[in-house]
């Protein structure tokens, strides 16, 4: 995972795969308790459109997140929230925007606190992630990579199955 604090770039920056058109999907958000699940849901219909399901947990879990916090902190009586999904070549941009020009503080929470652990579940499962500056105040952003790991278990083929050896008694 590689965080880019600095967030220079407008959009991911990246081309679209040759013979694929880069696909965006841009949604406005109340800042407010219900932006949460309305994003997972443009999330989860989204990958499942652009035929990327096996990235669908993953997603919909940071995209709580980002927009948690940006409902959280960074909202005011006339702030709305934009949530920006992009798939460009290998990666998936998900980038949450709102009107507080100020970068999110990611802080170690202790093990008893109750909130504070965002950040470390985007440390966690995000390939890379960044805040940049809008013209209306920043956006945080995260990318995955949209090709699939190895199916779980492909590791132990080489392990002989149990039983599968004689044993000498």
């Not at 590689?2 to 920056?13: F, N, Q, R, V």
């Not at 932006?35 to 989860?44: E, K, N, Q």
């Not at 492909?154 to 392990?159: R, V, Y």
Request: aromatic share 4%; charged share 25%; proline share 7%.
């Amino acid at each position: 995972m590689t965080a880019d604090p600095s967030g220079s770039s407008i959009g991911s920056g990246r081309a679209a795969a040759p013979g694929k058109p880069l696909q965006v999907c841009l949604v406005a958000l109340p800042a407010a308790g219900q932006a949460a699940g309305m994003a997972r849901r443009r999330v989860h219909d989204a990958l499942a459109l652009w035929g990327l399901r096996h990235l669908d947990e993953t997603a919909t879990l940071l995209v709580s997140e980002l927009v948690g916090n940006a409902v959280r902190h960074a909202s005011t009586d006339r702030s709305r929230l934009e949530l920006r999904l992009e798939v460009a070549g290998t990666w998936l941009r998900i980038e949450v925007s709102d009107g507080d020009p100020r970068p999110p503080q990611p802080r170690a929470p202790s093990g008893l606190e109750e909130s504070g652990f965002g950040f470390v579940l985007v440390e966690a499962l995000a390939d890379k992630w960044g805040v940049r500056e809008t013209a209306t105040g920043k956006a945080v952003w995260i990318e995955l990579t949209t090709e699939q790991a190895d199916e779980p278990g492909d590791e132990l083929s080489a392990i002989p199955a149990c039983g599968a050896a004689s044993e000498k008694g």
